[in-house]
C-alpha cells in the first residue's frame, strides 16, 4: 500500500536550529520534519506526538527505518510534560493540517470534499461536529465564526446554520449555507475545527509544557497557519522571561517553496531559547 505523505513546510529553515540531542516533534503528522531532522543529524533522538493515530501509523511506516532513535507517541501535545519525562534540547510545533487530512474527505476538515462533518483530530474522543452543532446556541456559533474564524459576516452566517442545525450532516451542508467565497468558507471552516478541537487552548498549554521540560539552551520551534495562532506563540516569547526570541520578524517561506508547496503560503516559524538561570539573574 502507497504511503500518503504530507510535504512539511519550512525544512531547510527548521534544520537550521536544531542541534545534537532529544527532541519533541510534537506534532508529529506522518513524520515529514523528524524525517528531514533524523536523516541531517545522526545524535538526535525524537518523541514523536500526536493525537491523530491514522497520521501516527502513517509516521511509523515512513520512519521505520529510525526505529531506534524515535518514540511514538498517541496523545495530545498538550499533555507534554506528562508524556515526556527528560530534559530535552527542543520541541517542533507544526499547528497546521496536513495534507493527509485535509484530502481524506471523511475526515471533514475541507469544504472541498463532501464527506460526513467531522472535524476530530482524535476521533476516538468527543462528538463530531454535525452533532455538536445542534447543542450550541446561535450566539454561540456568532462567537465561534467571530473568535476562530474571524468572520465579519458572522451573525449572517451563523442564524443560517443556526436554522438548519439539525439537518447539518456533511461538508457539503456546511459549505451550502456559508456561500461560495473560498475565503469565508476558510473562515468558517477553520473556526469550527478550532472549536471542536481547543485547538487554541491546546496551544498555550503545549507551549508551558514545552518551556517546562526544555533544558538550558534548549529550543522552542512554532510554526503556525493564521494570525490567531501566530499571536499566541509571539505573546507566549516575549512574556516568558526565560525566553529569549531567535526570530526577530517570523520566517516565511521563500517564493520558491510557495510556488512548489501552495499549501507552504500562509506559514510563519518563530524560535525561541531558553535562558540558563545566570543569565536570567544577570539580566534582571
Known sequence: MKLI???????????????????????????????????RFDEVFVYGIDRDRESLEIAKKRLGKFRDRVEFICDNFSNLEKLVSEPVRGVLFDIGLSSFQL????????????????????????????RRLRHLTRTQMEKILRNYGEERRARKIARKIYGLRDKIE????????????????SRVFQAFRIFIND?????????FSALSILEEGGRIIVISYHSLEDRIVKQFFKENDSLVA?????????????????????????????IDDLRLTIDN
Request: overall charge positive; cysteine-free.
Open 5 to 39: 505523505l504530507h510535504r512539511p513546510v519550512l525544512v531547510d529553515e527548521v534544520l537550521s536550529f536544531i542541534r545534537d540531542g532529544i527532541w519533541v516533534d510534537a506534532t508529529l503528522g506522518t513524520g515529514g520534519h523528524t524525517d528531514a531532522i533524523l536523516t
Open 246 to 274: 531567535l526570530t526577530k520578524r517570523p520566517i516565511r517561506p521563500s517564493e520558491e517553496e510557495i510556488a512548489s508547496n501552495p499549501r507552504a503560503r500562509s506559514a510563519k516559524m518563530r524560535v525561541a531559547e531558553k
Open 199 to 207: 485547538e487554541l487552548k491546546n496551544l498555550k498549554e503545549g507551549l
Open 170 to 185: 456533511t461538508t457539503g451542508d456546511l459549505r451550502d449555507l456559508a456561500g461560495k467565497d473560498p475565503r469565508t468558507l
Open 103 to 130: 484530502d481524506d474527505a471523511r475526515r471533514g476538515f475541507s469544504y472541498r470534499f463532501d464527506g460526513p462533518l467531522d472535524m476530530r483530530m482524535d476521533r476516538r474522543n468527543g462528538l463530531p461536529l454535525q
